[in-house]
């Protein structure tokens, strides 16, 4: 009979460490964009959330001819998902109201420095702005 040659079965060192820095790689590209999809995921929360409030403005403004405060629509201070505090100012005469909706810190989404907060007004002017208070509209409204 002939001896059988022994092998051994299993991973080496060197392969084990190369698929640890492929791995770490990955991981290291993955994270980072994982959470600025995340954050822009959530800034429609805070968008649908004043495209609501301004459908229920315009109906109000159809039955009594000027828009609504805060009490009168019931507003809830915050969006559907959490994200963002809602805030509603209507003029003094009732015929305008800017409405905004602000990251809030609980949840994060104050991490997002791109879109801190987002405004709308009863002439559908869409704004948001940055951390530093610099215009992003076109960045955060689409």
């Known amino acids: 009979m002939k001896p059988r040659a022994s092998r051994v079965l299993g991973v080496t060192l060197p392969e084990l460490l190369t698929a640890l820095v ?3 790689v990955l991981a290291a590209v993955a994270v980072p964009l994982w959470r600025v999809h ?14 609501e409030l301004q459908a229920a403005q ?7 001819a000027r828009y609504a405060t805060v009490e009168e629509l019931a507003l809830r ?11 509603l100012r209507v003029g003094d005469d009732g015929l305008g109201y800017l409405a905004s909706a602000k ?4 949840t994060g989404q104050d991490d997002d420095s791109r879109c801190v907060e987002f405004t709308l007004d009863q002439n559908n002017r869409r704004r948001a702005v940055d951390s ?3 215009d992003r509209s076109a960045d955060c409204w689409r």
Do not use: C, K, P
Not at 77 to 87: C, T, V
Not at 103 to 106: D, F, K, P, R
């Open 132 to 134: 530093e208070g610099n």
């Open 103 to 106: 990251a809030t810190h609980q």
């Open 58 to 64: 315009d109906r109000w403004f159809g039955s009594h």
């Open 77 to 87: 201070r915050r969006s559907d998902r959490g994200f963002y505090d809602l805030e």
């Open 38 to 51: 995340l954050l822009r995921v959530r800034r429609e929360d805070g968008i649908t959330a004043l495209i």
């Open 22 to 24: 492929i791995v770490a």
